[in-house]
Every structure is written in C-alpha cells, then in structure tokens.
C-alpha cells in the first residue's frame, strides 16, 4: 500500500517537476517552437479557413432539385394516374460559374497570403519579445552587481563605524542606496518574468506556461548594408498583404461581372418521366425562364461596383503605406545604429566597477564617488542593453515592413 501510494506521487508530482525545470532556448529555436505550437497562429489559420470557406460558398453551383408528383384523376366509376418524376437544374447562360470560380480562387489566395503576412507579424512580435527578455535579463545582472557593491561597502561601513571613523549618517546613506536599488532590482524582476510569461503563451500549449525560459543567444548590433529603396521596392513586389489585397482587388471586379450577367434571366431546365395508369409513358421536358421585369439586380450591381472601386482605392492607399513603413522602420533603424555608435566610447564595464569599489575601501574615493560611480555604472550599462534591444527590435520591423528582405539577406 506504502508502495502504491508513493508511485502515485510520484506520477502525480512529476509533470509539475519537469515543466519547473528551465528550458535554453535560441531565437531560431523559438521562431521553431511558434511555428509548431502558437495558439496566436491558430487563430490566424483559423481565420484564413473562414475567408476560403466564404469563397467556396460563393463558387458553388445550385443543386439540381428532383420531385415525384402523383395524380389521381377519377372519371366516373374509372380510375385514372399519373406519376411524374421530375429532375429540375438551374443554368446560367452566360458563364456566372466559371467568374465566380476564377473569383473565388483568387478570394482564397489572398487568404492564405493574409495568414502567411498575420503570421510573419506574429513572430515579430515573439523575436521583440525575446529581445525585451534578454535585455531584462542583463539588466538584472547589472542591478544584482550594483547590489553585490553596496553590500559589501555597507559591510565595510560598518565595520569602520565600530571603530569610530564612520558616521551612522554615512551608514544610513547606504542603507537607502541599498533600498533604493532593491527596489529596482525587483521590479525588473517582475517585468522579466511578465514578460517571459508573454513569451511563452507564444512557444508552449498551456499545460507548459510554467516553464522557465533561459536564452542561449545573446543579441549584438549588426549594420545593415541595404539602401532604403531597395528596401521599398521589394515590399511593394513582394509583401504578402499587398499581394492579397491586390488578388481581392481582381476578385471583387469578377464579382461585379457577375452581377451585370446576373440581371439577364437564366434558364431553370425540368427533365422528367410520366407514367400513366393506362400504361401510357414517356420522357417531360420543360424550361422556364425568370422575366426581368421589377428585379433587374440594380441593388447588387451597385453594391460590387462600389466595393471593387473602394477596393482599388485602397490598394492605391496601401501601397503609399507600404512605402511610408518601409521608410520610417529604416529611418528608426538608422537613428538607434546611430545611438550605438555615439556610446560605444562612453560604457562603464564590471572591472571598473569593482576597481572603484577597492578604491573606496581603500579611502582613495569618497562615499559619494563610489554611490556615484555605481550609478554611472548602472545608467550606462543599462542604457547600452536597452539600446542593443532597441535595435533589434527595429530590425525586426524592418524585416516584416520589407517582405523578409533583411532575414533573406542574411540566411544567404
């Protein structure tokens, strides 16, 4: 019994034990496990499906209708039947079928260059966030250091103030810096384990949202060499929602074909058998025809005429959107690289400030220059991470602005 019971645990126990443990993941590992998991895909496939479902609902030809009738027809004392079997198919003569199926077609390609755009956004999304937990992650390295300075020279404080050369003002000044960067530390803490959880609703299914993500890349800055109308060019030839937005533009001109055709009357075709209960048979054909006369199909004429113009005047708008993404993701680009380079003379790194902490002890520094100089430390080192993210988040944008121009670039 003993036995069964500590199995039972331990089976019961185990998932939890397994999903506590940290996971190293990379940035194209990641991009791997979104592609394979993201239920923010999901919903973006999902949405693909309902739009295709729309086109072939809308390419769909009629039924064909069959009906059995009977009628007892009595003369006198006699007993007289018929029995028709009737097999009644709507034609339209004009090819409606064939614009609505080239329409539909072209409605379900811009589906799926819809999702594949939603998608391509959506792992901008999870790389921004990977580059915001990085920089969290160094930023509480730099905070733990700054902690790990004033800690020790509090230690020392309070030595020296058993010996009487240290004031209990000095002392309590440490005691707020000590506080003070606590504080920050913890809500950096905080931030990063939001932000992680954020993360992982985009790589695991729900049962696995308590993993602990550890990164295995570390972010840099890397130039791009491209010329912004390249840049241009290329997302107006290549991105996947102007694509589809131009494939809904040619889409909606079919549809509004079809509806001009759709005003002239079509042809409702009857082929049937009779039967007659004096033995007589034979084959019924019939045909009818709607008279255009009060419903000239004035209503959705106007209606497809309306959307296909809204729909070309959009495209026009998108594609001056197009150019005015492009050109202000490189610009943010260019600005942030820009930034990096003025700093790169300007950073403070551990080793100086352990020197400087041994200068203090040393009485070569005053209280204020060590608090000081662990500030400028933390300013600088913190300012050069968020830059480092910055940047790779704009490029990141770029990437989606431009069609996947950069991420072509650089995996050739």
Known sequence: ??????????????????????????????????????????????????KQGEASRYKAYPNPEISVSREQLNAGTVDYEETTYMLSQPIELLGQPFLRSRSASKSQKAAELQFEYDRLQLIRQLKSLYAEYWQLSEKLEIYNRALDVIRKARSAAKSRQSEGTFSALQLQRFNVELSRYRKQRDQIQLNRKQTGNRLATYLFPGGELDTEIQLSDSLSVEPINMKE???????????????????????SELQYKVEKRDRLPDLNLNVGYKEQSDG????????????????QNRGNITTTRAQSRSQQTELTLKQQAVRNQVSTAYERVKLILEQWRSMQDDGMDQ??????????????????????????????????????????????ELDVQSAGRISNSQNN
């Open 280 to 295: 007589a048979e034979g084959f019924v054909i019939g045909g009818s025809i709607k008279l255009p006369i009060f419903n």
């Open 1 to 50: 019994m003993i036995r069964y019971i500590r199995w039972t645990l331990l089976l019961v126990l185990f998932p939890a034990l397994v999903h506590a443990q940290s996971t190293s993941i990379s940035l194209d590992e990641a991009v791997e496990l979104f592609k394979q998991n993201s239920l923010q895909q999901e919903l973006a496939r999902y949405e693909q499906l309902r």
């Open 351 to 396: 080793s100086m400030l352990g020197a400087t902490r041994a200068a203090y002890q040393q009485g070569r520094y005053s209280l204020v220059e060590l608090l000081d100089a662990t500030q400028a430390y933390v300013d600088g080192q913190t300012m050069i991470y968020e830059t480092i993210a910055d940047y790779n988040q704009a490029l990141f």
């Open 229 to 251: 109308q390249l840049l241009i060019q290329y997302a107006l030839a290549n991105r996947a929602d102007l694509i589809a937005l131009e494939q809904m533009v040619d889409a």
